[in-house]
């Protein structure tokens, strides 16, 4: 071959190489959109049900998205914020198609992100502490596993149906993915789109409550243990479920009640924690039939759950913690102090 032809061999080859690159372009793009799009009127949150605390975020049709973060600290008190503090941000960014793994599932990349406020920055307003801080579950440079509603849950683990299950508070567990959900394996975190109505401008159903207003709502007396801190009550009217979140000991609680009707020696599982139980025995809690059993998370951390139902008022109850080492703890005698039998 001559030098002449072999430079034009070259030439020829590099148009062929450029046009496929312009054609992959808009092809990518193009599947960019055609996923994102999808994703009109969805609100995305991550949040565990432990700890009033959320992050939430909106998801445009090109990819690029918004939200925002909150952590209600109400017993991080001072003299100059006597109402507690309130950890935020606000936030925006741009997700990438990565590729197509099968026909629910994909992978995606945040490829900007970026916050409106300083990092550390505060400000006391109303007696309320504010601490601008950065998002949390959501990183530059991350990969997330997205999957869309209908995936099978049998390959999930236990984290990744606790964090797609966060607000989940139906009779059964479902066998399949009921939202769109995306996991981020390497910080075990994962946000869940829930479909908004008209009427709806929030993902997150619950509103958080003094502890006069929770006991007004339910009827009920609750006693915390010493020591118990960064407590958070919490209300979901829609469904009259209280909840009381605290960490203790080096472990993070969760109270929860709710009133409803059910048979003689039935409980219903309402403490929104979503894991393969083991170890189950049957217990009684203030005269109440009830059980605790024990799991252990995604990342290791040991579970336990106390369910007990009031016959007599037609009320459930639940308590649930989780920790690196629970040995030693009586669930149900915790269970007893917490909650009083109903008040008039």
Not at 52 to 78: K, N, Q, R, V
Not at 134 to 144: D, K, L, N, S, W
Not at 168 to 182: H, K, M
Not at 198 to 208: Q, V
Request: proline fraction near 3%; include cysteine.
């Amino acid at each position: 071959m001559t030098k002449r032809n072999h430079g034009k061999v070259m030439m020829r080859l590099m148009g062929a190489l450029l046009a496929a690159v312009l054609m992959t372009g808009p092809a990518f793009a193009e599947g960019n959109n055609e996923l994102f799009t999808q994703f009109d009127g969805i609100r995305w949150e991550f949040c565990s049900g432990a700890g009033g605390w959320a992050t939430e975020l909106e998801i445009l049709p090109d990819g690029t998205f918004s939200g925002d973060y909150h952590d209600s600290e109400m017993g991080e008190t001072a003299e100059e914020y006597p109402d507690g503090s309130l950890y935020l941000c606000t936030f925006s960014g741009k997700l990438s198609l990565v590729e197509q793994v099968d026909e629910k599932t994909w992978k995606i990349r945040v490829d900007e992100l970026k916050q409106e406020q300083t990092i550390g920055e505060e400000s006391i307003e109303d007696g309320v502490r504010y601490v601008y801080t950065e998002p949390y579950g959501i990183t530059q440079g991350e990969e997330y596993m997205l999957y869309k509603p209908g995936t099978s849950l049998e390959l999930f683990t236990d984290g990744m149906k606790f964090w797609a299950h966060t607000f989940d508070v139906a009779d059964t567990v479902p066998t399949e993915l009921q939202n769109w959900f995306f996991y981020d394996e390497q910080n075990d975190c994962g946000f869940v789109g829930f479909q908004m109505g008209s009427n709806l401008s929030y993902g997150n159903p619950w509103e958080n409550v003094t502890a006069d207003r929770l006991q007004e709502e339910t009827g009920l007396a609750f006693t915390l243990p010493e020591g118990a801190e960064k407590v958070a009550y919490r209300w979901y009217g829609a469904e009259m479920l209280a909840e009381i979140q605290f960490s203790w000991k080096g472990a993070e609680y969760c109270f929860r009640t709710q009133p409803m009707q059910l048979k003689s020696g039935e409980l219903m599982d309402i403490s929104g924690m979503y894991f393969d139980w083991k170890n189950e025995e049957q217990t009684r809690v203030h005269l109440c039939s009830g059980s605790v059993a024990k799991a252990e998370s995604g990342t290791g951390d040991k579970v336990e759950r106390c369910l007990w139902y009031d016959e007599t008022a037609e009320i459930m109850y639940s308590l649930s913690v989780v920790g690196a080492d629970l040995n030693g703890l009586d669930l149900a005698a915790l269970a007893e102090q917490i909650c009083a039998p109903t008040v008039g």
